[in-house]
Every structure is written in structure tokens, then in C-alpha cells.
């Protein structure tokens, strides 16, 4: 499905901004989503789409609560610029294993929570502070590494919103070799941080 940055109706040219409460709530038969132009996702809106493997959410400019929570089928994310997640967005999304957030905002309590199958986490806010988080956002999602840039590990570290991650904050520095699947998403992480010494892209 394809969802348009606007629609026209009679004579006049109307942008599409939200994707409203429950639209598209247990739509069983919705397989992929792609937003053409910024959007605002709201409460519910995808939640009971079993089928729901992919989704295009470059655009999303904001998520809120439980809108894609339990997608099984979802093995990555890419959010280029968002101003939140919002609560149990993406929790129990048993079948991530990576997700990238290019700048964000605030995440909400319980916003990837049961995300078993993550293998990491890249946060590439460059502001030199720390990013608000809510309660247990990362809990149970197989204690992978996140991974910020270093002066972003430095705040996290010292706030008490990110105590229970302390130890799994690491600075892209860190890593030899960054392994990505997708080449555009590989080539916004290596404009957006200078700490990143190669990127191998596998896929």
C-alpha cells in the first residue's frame, strides 16, 4: 500500500499529515506500507496487521502509541528524523534485528520492549546531549549494544533515564567494521557521524 504526501478531492489538492487512530488496525491482509510524504502516525493505527512486513517510515515524523506493536515480520527500521516514538511503539517486534534512528526526539516508555531479536541499536543524534527516554524502552531486547556517537554516550551515561542501559552504550568508534544491509541507509550514518572508520554492506 502506498499512502500519498496528498489527495486530491474535487478541485482542490489536500496534503495527507496523519494516519489517523486504528486506520488500518488488524488488516491482516496489508503486507507493505510506503508514506510518499511526511507523516504523523497515530495511536493503533497498524496495530493487528500480522502480516505487516515491511514499512518504508523515512517520512514519520512522529509514532505514537503501540502503532506497530507485535509486527512480527519487521527485520529493520529506518527513521531518518522523528520527534517520537511513542509508547510500546514497536514492542514485541520479535523479528527486528537492527534499527537506525537518524535524529530523534523523545522515545516512549516500553517503545521497543520485547524486541527479542535485536542484534543492535544505532542512535545518531550529533547535539551533544542526552535524549530523552521512557521507562523499560529497550527492556528484554536481547541485551544488544546501542550504539551513539561518543559525545551522545557521554550524556546518556551520566542520565538517570539511561541507567539501566549504561553498560550496553557504546560509541560507533568502537566498532572495526559496520555492517549494514541496506546502501542508503549506509550512506546517511557515514554523513551523519565522522566516528564510523568503514561500512561493509552486506545484501
Known amino acids: 500500500m502506498v499512502i500519498p504526501s496528498s489527495v486530491l478531492y474535487g478541485h482542490l489538492q489536500y496534503k495527507v499529515q496523519y494516519v489517523e487512530p486504528n486506520a488500518f488496525a488488524n488488516c491482516s491482509d496489508l503486507r507493505s506500507v510506503n508514506f510518499l510524504g511526511d507523516i504523523v502516525i497515530l495511536d493503533h493505527a497498524f496495530e493487528g496487521c500480522t502480516n505487516l512486513i515491511s514499512i518504508n517510515l523515512e517520512k514519520a515524523m512522529r509514532i505514537e502509541e503501540s502503532s506497530f506493536s507485535g509486527r512480527t515480520g519487521l527485520i529493520s527500521i529506518y527513521l531518518e528524523s522523528i520527534g517520537k516514538i511513542g509508547d510500546g511503539a514497536f514492542e514485541g517486534c520479535t523479528g527486528l534485528t537492527s534499527v537506525y ?19 543492535s541499536i544505532s542512535i545518531l543524534n550529533n547535539y551533544g546531549k542526552s535524549i530523552n527516554i521512557g521507562s523499560q524502552a529497550f527492556d528484554n531486547t ?21 541507567w539501566a542501559y549504561a ?4 560509541p560507533f568508534s ?3 567494521t559496520y555492517n549494514i544491509t541496506n546502501t542508503s ?14 561500512v561493509e554492506i552486506n545484501g
Request: charged share 15%; hydrophobic share 35%; net charge negative.
Open 174 to 176: 568502537a566498532l572495526a
Open 185 to 198: 541507509i549506509a550512506t546517511k550514518i557515514l554523513n551523519n557521524t565522522s566516528e564510523i572508520g568503514y
Open 167 to 170: 553498560s550496553r552504550l557504546l
Open 101 to 119: 534512528l537518524g535524529y530523534v526526539g523523545e522515545i516512549g516508555d516500553y517503545a521497543f520492549a520485547g524486541c527479542t531479536g535485536l542484534i
Open 142 to 162: 536481547n541485551n544488544c549494544p546501542i550504539y551513539m556517537t561518543e559525545s551522545t554516550v557521554g550524556y546518556c551515561k551520566t542520565d538517570d533515564n539511561w
